[in-house]
């Protein structure tokens, strides 16, 4: 029997870390999890179990702490390869508590690198973010646009660890994915978004509107140059997002045998605004939305949508959801949380 590869899932039991698991296995790998819980707790582990009926393996601790680390590499021997997820995210708590941000999201990635040095680890794909580019200024933006300034502490760990990882290129292989904006849920239905409190992102904000949990979708602005006022953005089924990262892991094991960092853009390409989002989630789930429009929220971009070419051709990556199926998915992932 061939031996699977082990993948080490830094973030394992959140968002996009469970919906990896998922399509890690389905192709061939073994996904080792890690997770703190400082973000999630053991929800979307259970649900990834029912959907690949098996347990996977899994470590808690933060991976800013070299000793745990290590102790998980030496436990499971042989790791082909890291993709990094754990990481704050919340632009509005970055600026609030900007050295949680610094410290977390930056430490964790050098521990991570100092020990996979140790063990001789070199594969890594990174967890990044269409951040980086802050308000680009052409759209659809590619990989070799300038890094604006960060609008947040958030974005600015994210430009910084990318930094970190291009002067650390001699000695790893790295690819950088820059999500857009992950949406969605696994169409099985039993893993999905699962924020802690009020939810920051709109998706998961106007599925606990319609499901009754907030009183009020509140549309932060519909006075940006857009066709429809307010903020584009390009929204990406979860679950193509994980796939991308699948076909990475390929692209390091087949394509690139120096060492090396490449960034990617993970996207449709589609610019989505937040009023056709809305829309959109009315005509498909039937059900009407209470909304209004407020003031624009502070450090948001007025438009940014991906050029993925780059990634359609050198991972052979492609977006295969619509919006339609991605809004459908959060909202059954939604209603399953409500017990409906
Ligand atoms: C931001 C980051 C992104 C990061 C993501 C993680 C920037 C530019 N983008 O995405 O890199 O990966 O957070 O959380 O820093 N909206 C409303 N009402 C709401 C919530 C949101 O109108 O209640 C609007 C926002 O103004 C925005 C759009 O919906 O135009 C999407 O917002 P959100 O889901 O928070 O994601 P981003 O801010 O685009």
Redesign the pocket.
Known sequence: MEVKKKILVTGGAGYIGSHAAVELLKAGYQPILIDDFSKSDSTLLLGVEKIVGEKLPFYKGDCAKREFLESVFQIEGLISGVIHFAAF???GESVQRPLIYYHNNISSLITLLDVMKDFQVKNLIFSS???VY?QPDQIPVKEDAPFKR???P??AT?QMCERILEDSYSSYKVISLR?????GAHPSGLIGELPLGV?????P?ITQTAVGKRDK?????NDYNTPDG????DYIHVVDLAQAHVKALEFLNQSKPANSFEAFNIGTGVGVS?LE?IYTFEQITGVKLNYSI?P??A???EK?YADATKANYQLKWKAGFSTSEALLHAWNWEKKLAGK
């Open positions: 995210k919340s632009v973010s269409c951040t802050g960060a609008e947040s958030y974005g994210k999500y857009f904006n992950p949406i939810p920051n992102n709109l998706v904000f979708l509140t549309v932060f602005g307010s903020c584009l953005r937040v989002l407020g624009r929220r450090g948001d971009v940014t």
